[in-house]
């Protein structure tokens, strides 16, 4: 059973604009939260995370929103630039530490 | 480069054939992972190891054999593998298993079973 949901596989957008990536959970018990970023022909590399004591976490171009209550939380890119281009996977775990991972967003961002 | 690395890139292999992967950190983690993708899954934990002892089996077939002879070197001996086995294996390593969540991982090894 997937607990971890990215339910769009890919997004595009514009140079300079918002991306916005989701990822939905099924276990309540999850507690800390993790993006993930994936080139081609590399391995996912640690972008940003967030416990669920915080409802938003921001570095720099990257925040990223909790919404405990929805069992929700999302990614937000601004401004997007060419570079962010990327497969993104949200992750979370529970107490028992184990990362469970969501099926991955391809993000193309257009000059 | 993240530390993490893992030979071969790229791996071919029939259905008979008996290969090994390999995964080497020099991070000085104690903790080490592997992964399995396929097309459009999410990533599958397969084994984790904490201080050179396995800790972790996800059920996985016994047609991978993983090997961890020290804290720097993790090992995925595959044998009898069949086609759906194919997926991108990837090996990632943390501080300690209570700290999977900083995973580094590495670039992966592409397996195609013919």
């Known amino acids: 059973d997937q607990q971890v949901k990215q339910n769009s596989p890919s997004l595009s957008v514009q140079e300079g604009r918002i991306s916005i990536l989701n990822c939905d959970y099924t276990n309540s018990m999850f507690d800390y939260f993790l993006w993930y970023k994936k080139y081609p022909a590399e391995g996912p590399t640690f972008l940003i995370s967030?416990?669920?004591?915080?409802d938003k976490n921001e570095d720099g171009r990257f925040t990223v929103f909790l919404n405990k209550s929805a069992k929700h939380l999302s990614l937000h890119i601004v401004p997007s630039q060419p570079g962010d281009s990327a497969v993104y996977f949200c992750a979370a775990s529970a107490v028992d530490y184990k990362l469970s991972f969501g099926a991955g967003t391809t993000v193309t961002v257009r000059a | 480069e993240t530390g993490v690395t893992q030979t071969p890139r790229h791996l071919v292999m029939g259905m008979t054939n008996k290969k090994s992967l390999k995964c080497e950190q020099h991070l000085g983690h104690n903790a080490m992972y592997w992964y399995k993708q396929s097309a459009k899954k999410p990533l599958e934990l397969m084994f984790v190891y904490s201080l050179e002892e396995r800790v972790e089996n996800n059920s996985v077939p016994s047609r991978f054999s993983p090997e961890c002879p020290n804290s720097s070197h993790l090992f995925l001996h595959l044998h009898t593998l069949q086609p759906e086995d194919s997926a991108l294996y990837l090996c990632a390593s943390s501080k300690s298993r209570h700290l999977n969540t900083e995973a580094f991982f590495g670039q992966g090894t592409r397996l195609t079973v013919v």
């Open positions: 967030i416990s669920s004591i915080k």
